[in-house]
């Protein structure tokens, strides 16, 4: 099935670790972006990706780094892990301008003992 | 600084009613407005979108209305079933270089057969 392909989706990490959520779409999407979702918070901006070979900041970047490796594929780093950065992250891609909304992953949920 | 808030945060309803889901936004210079569902588990699924010149849209049992000059969306759902039980999320989409989405933070939705 067409859509936004995340993996893993779960995975448990230790304060200080470092891991990579990964990210890929097969719609031709120009842009990409990372969302992190609290209870009762909503869906938060973290980074986003308005083509292959840019990034520019969300709402909440600190603590996380992403990379566009080309149009399909966009990651998320967390460098050192923390517990406040325990969330479900969710990854999204649109063509902005054309009218449509944003195609969502399933999720990876992260817990950071 | 564009705030989303919903209203109310869960609502349980029998079977066959009639129901209105509430969305507030604080700054009417919107691009449009999205409702998505989100089931358990699951990422987000767009059911409506609303231009900023358009009133009201509909799709099956649904009907999302939009009124920029109030800061107002509801979301309406005619003969509930227990298969709209599911979160759902307004999220209303800013003019900047990129797709600014901002979400609310849901109403959880029970429908009891």
């Known amino acids: 099935n067409a859509g936004v392909t995340q993996t893993p989706k779960f995975q448990v990490l230790k304060t200080g670790q470092s891991m990579t959520l990964q990210c890929a779409q097969d719609?031709?999407?120009?842009?990409m972006y990372w969302y992190r979702q609290d209870p009762g918070m909503g869906l938060r901006l973290i980074y986003y990706?308005?083509?292959?070979?840019?990034?520019d900041k969300g709402e909440v970047p600190n603590g996380y780094n992403v990379s566009r490796l080309n149009k399909r594929e966009f990651s998320l780093r967390l460098e050192s892990a923390a517990p406040s950065q325990t969330s479900v992250y969710f990854c999204?891609?649109?063509?902005?301008?054309?009218?449509?909304?944003?195609?969502f992953g399933d999720g990876t949920r992260l817990s950071i003992l | 600084k564009q705030e989303v808030t919903q209203i109310p945060a869960a609502l349980s309803v029998p079977e066959g009613e009639n129901l209105v889901l509430n969305c507030s936004f604080t700054?009417?210079?919107?691009?449009?407005l999205q409702w998505f569902r989100q089931d358990p588990g699951k990422g987000l699924t767009s059911l409506l979108l609303?231009?900023?010149?358009?009133r009201e849209q509909t799709s099956g049992r649904l009907n999302a209305s939009l009124d920029k000059s109030s800061g107002r969306s509801t979301l309406y759902i005619a003969a509930s079933q227990p298969g709209d039980s599911a979160t759902y999320l307004c999220?209303?989409?800013?003019?900047?270089?990129?797709?600014?989405?901002?979400f609310g933070p849901g109403t959880s939705l029970s429908v009891i057969p």
């Open positions: 999220a209303v989409m800013e003019v900047t270089s990129y797709d600014k989405v901002i």
């Open positions: 990706s308005a083509s292959e070979g840019t990034t």
């Open positions: 700054d009417s210079a919107i691009y449009n």
């Open positions: 719609m031709n999407h120009n842009s």
């Open positions: 609303i231009q900023s010149s358009q």
């Open positions: 999204a891609s649109n063509t902005p301008g054309q009218i449509q909304p944003q195609h």
